[in-house]
């Protein structure tokens, strides 16, 4: 389902705190990589004339995977391309990304399809998995052709950027992608209830004269389609979750035994609305960011397993697109480059996360959920992998991303903790 | 252009907010005292023969109006004026905008004459905000979408100070279309800063949550003192929003007749009046209506946010406008 280059590089990793929260593991140990999979983990360990990294003082943790990314390839070359995305996920720890397909135009044939996984081979810093559109040129009314694109390579389908509006069209999607084996993802909006909005319908937007993008609009949709995945016994995979009566769904589901999975970004993990009042566009995001309360029910559900993954809805903008008012902006901020910086300042360092939860649902979370090879620290498997400098500092600049645009919520804040190394299917991809 | 001094990407709200009028949530008490008294001086100096103060000779003010306008716009201009400031009013009809400039490159472009002070009004919120990152003029929130227009509420305190002497403990209902009213927002925030008090009367689904209590039941504008009424603000209503069935059972429930009113009482519109609509043309045209009232207050208003922006901080004000 990846597409992108491996490698057989040859490193030691010398002396790093080893941190595999799946493999029980977290012990100071030096990490020895040949031709790309990791050939050894122990004390002293002969270098073999490999490049040796001294990582004294650092984190080494399964590199990270981050299941929707904007791509904007291809029709928005300016905003990001597969290399410069790849690029700003290396930087970000992180060893695979789905791409999501409502690009212009949409994924949904597999003739883009295999063109976009021949252009990974080529550009990718890091392997893709390309998701193609669940209904064609995602109007949410005709199915796509779900087993070809399968066969194609197709890593899973969205919508996403939009709903599936009718319940029929999604039911029959769910019932009909049994034959395919990928997961489908949803982007939970009803329409009919967020037009005109925002931010999130609270206090704040109330205040500011913008239109309300109410919780319920997508708890709502939340509720449909996990009663769907139910009926069809069919699993679901909940995008960008921001509400906290839709972690509640998605938990009483568990509880129901349906098989359904959600994701959370780093943004409504650390902001709530009271950021809107900035009115900086890069506060605006869809689904909008809520209150304090939807905040502490979102980490309540990363730290419990509600919520498996965390991802990024990286979604580049333009400075055209973004140097607007608050309401004339676009939904969407960057992501990749900070992601585990922003979790680390704003949840692990203050004690509300801990270290091996994020890491967790950075990266294991994820993999499980869309069915790809877990990243580990383990004899035997490929360099998936990446070193974290926990105490360092840094300044957000707007001119040091790697993403092609700099529409980031955090430019500006000083954030504890780096991605100093990033391997990737055996490569080192990125060294700070 | 020669310098964009600016954004860059590194899109920060500017650290010193008070050089500019974005909010009344930007203000103090004090602040908001201090503008009245200049108010009133300049009043004053209204009365005289000559009205032109020399205060402001030598600056620029840009208005800049992106939405249509008779009483801001005018009152702004002649404000400057009056401060004998230098002013120039560019419309947004007529201009590049229409031929798809961005609000950043008009900005920029008007930046480069280097004005004093920039008043803007324009349909999206966070407009005046955008537009104080980009140019190191004092930017005046002249409306921006359904978010504020604090020279509208500074103007109809005022107004309220003027027709009973006093702010403290005044009870206002607030008429109408809240949702869609800057004005409401700003004079809400306004009252409360004060220490007087505001109810919001109205259909449900045009009054939004949390700003003040508020009640769907007419009779609740018995106990104001000033009853204000708000225009139906049509243009900003999605299509098919359905939040009144029609304007003829809104009239009919919320509209303002003198039946409604008791003696005393003193009822304000921002303008433009739909009368008919939210206020019966009787009511309009009768004593109780501060209306031209409200027109009048803006001028001064005006007069005295320009000096206060340009002219730094408390100064003794009679002193620096020559009346005693």
């Known amino acids: 389902m990846l597409a992108g280059r491996t490698g057989a590089d040859n490193v030691v990793i010398r002396g790093a705190r080893v941190l595999d929260p799946v493999e029980g593991l977290d012990a100071m140990l030096d990490v020895r990589i040949d031709n790309g999979v990791i050939a050894g983990l122990g004390l002293e360990l002969d270098t073999n004339e490999h490049r040796v990294i001294d990582a004294a003082g650092l984190t080494l943790a399964p590199a990270f995977v981050d299941p929707h990314v904007h791509l904007r390839t291809p029709g928005r070359e300016d905003e990001e391309t597969i290399a410069s995305g790849t690029a700003a996920a290396a930087a970000g720890g992180y060893c695979a990304i789905l791409a999501i397909p409502n690009t212009d135009p949409v994924v949904d044939d597999a003739d883009v399809l295999r063109s976009l996984r021949a252009r990974a081979l080529e550009e990718a810093h890091v392997p893709v998995g390309f998701m193609a559109a669940l209904t064609k040129g995602q109007a949410g009314a005709e199915l796509t052709e779900l087993g070809a694109l399968a066969d194609a390579g197709a890593a899973g389908f969205t ?227 990446t070193l974290l400098d926990l105490n360092a500092t840094w300044l957000v600049k707007a001119s040091h991303f790697r993403s092609r645009s700099a529409n980031s919520w955090l430019v500006g804040q000083r954030l504890q903790g780096r991605v100093t190394l990033t391997m990737a299917a055996g490569r080192v991809v990125h060294e700070a | 252009m020669t310098d964009l001094r600016v954004v860059g990407g590194e899109l920060r709200p500017p650290s010193d907010e008070r050089r500019h009028l974005l909010s009344v949530s930007d203000l103090t008490r004090d602040d908001v005292e201090r503008l009245l008294a200049t108010a009133r001086s300049f009043a004053l100096s209204q009365e005289r023969e000559t ?23 005018s009152s702004f201009e002649l404000a400057a004026k009056r401060l004998s400031a230098d002013t120039m009013t560019f419309k947004s009809s007529g201009s590049s905008v229409e031929k798809g400039e961005s609000l950043k490159d008009t900005a920029l472009t008007l930046s480069a004459y280097d004005p004093d002070v920039i008043v803007l009004r324009h349909p999206e919120v966070g407009a005046a905000a955008f537009v104080a990152r980009l140019t190191e003029a004092r930017v005046v929130n002249a409306g921006d979408g359904k ?124 303008g433009p009046m739909n009368r008919g609509v939210e206020i019966d043309a009787r009511v309009a045209d009768s004593d109780a209506a501060l209306v031209v009232d409200q027109v009048r207050s803006g001028l001064v208003v005006r007069m005295a946010v320009l000096y206060d922006l340009l002219i730094t901080g408390p100064v003794a004000v009679a002193s620096a406008v020559g009346v005693a």
């Open chain 1, 159 to 385: 919508d996403d950027g939009r709903p599936v509006a009718a319940a029929g069209v999604m039911r029959r999607a769910l019932q009909y992608n049994a034959i395919t084996g990928r997961m489908i993802a949803v982007h939970c909006e009803e329409q009919s209830l967020t037009r005109g909005g925002h931010a999130h319908a609270g206090q704040v937007a109330a205040e500011l004269g913008l239109g309300g993008w109410p919780s319920l609009g997508e708890s709502l949709m939340v509720a449909r389609d996990l009663d769907l995945a139910g009926e069809t016994g069919q699993p679901v995979h909940l995008m960008h979750l921001s509400a906290r009566e839709s972690v509640e769904h998605l938990r009483r589901a568990h509880a129901g035994g349906i098989r359904a999975s959600g994701e959370a970004t780093p943004h409504h993990l650390c902001l709530t609305d009271e950021a809107v009042r900035t009115l900086d566009p890069n506060m605006k995001m869809n689904p909008p960011l809520r209150t304090e309360a939807d905040r502490a029910a979102l980490i309540d559900a990363v730290r419990d397993g509600t919520i498996a993954a965390i991802a990024t809805d990286h979604a580049p903008h333009s400075p055209e697109e973004k140097d607007v008012p608050f309401e004339a902006a676009p939904f969407g901020v960057t992501g990749l480059e900070t992601a585990f910086a922003a979790l680390h300042t704003s949840l692990v360092v203050p004690g509300v996360l801990r270290l091996e939860t994020v890491l967790d649902r950075l990266s294991a979370g994820p993999a499980a959920i869309f069915g790809l090879e877990r990243p580990r620290l383990a004899v035997g498997s490929p360099a998936n992998l």
């Open chain 2, 51 to 73: 009205k032109k103060l020399p205060t402001l000779r030598g600056r620029l003010v840009l208005n800049v109006f992106y939405e249509s306008s008779t009483r801001t716009s």
């Open chain 2, 147 to 270: 978010h504020q227009h604090p020279t509208q509420a500074l103007l109809d305190l005022y107004t309220m100070r003027e027709a009973f002497g006093r702010l403290e403990g005044l009870h206002v209902a607030i008429v109408g279309d809240v949702l869609h009213s800057r004005v409401a927002r700003s004079l809400v925030q306004a009252l409360h800063l004060v220490g007087a008090d505001a109810v919001l009367v109205g259909p449900p689904a045009l009054l939004p949550e949390g700003l003040a209590p508020m009640t769907y039941d007419m009779s609740a504008i018995a106990d104001a003192d000033v009853v204000y009424v708000l225009r139906m603000q049509r243009e900003r209503m999605l299509e098919g929003a359905n939040f009144v069935p029609s304007l003829r059972e809104y009239a009919q429930r919320w509209g303002v007749t003198p039946e409604r009113l008791r003696e005393g009482q003193r009822v304000m519109h921002p």
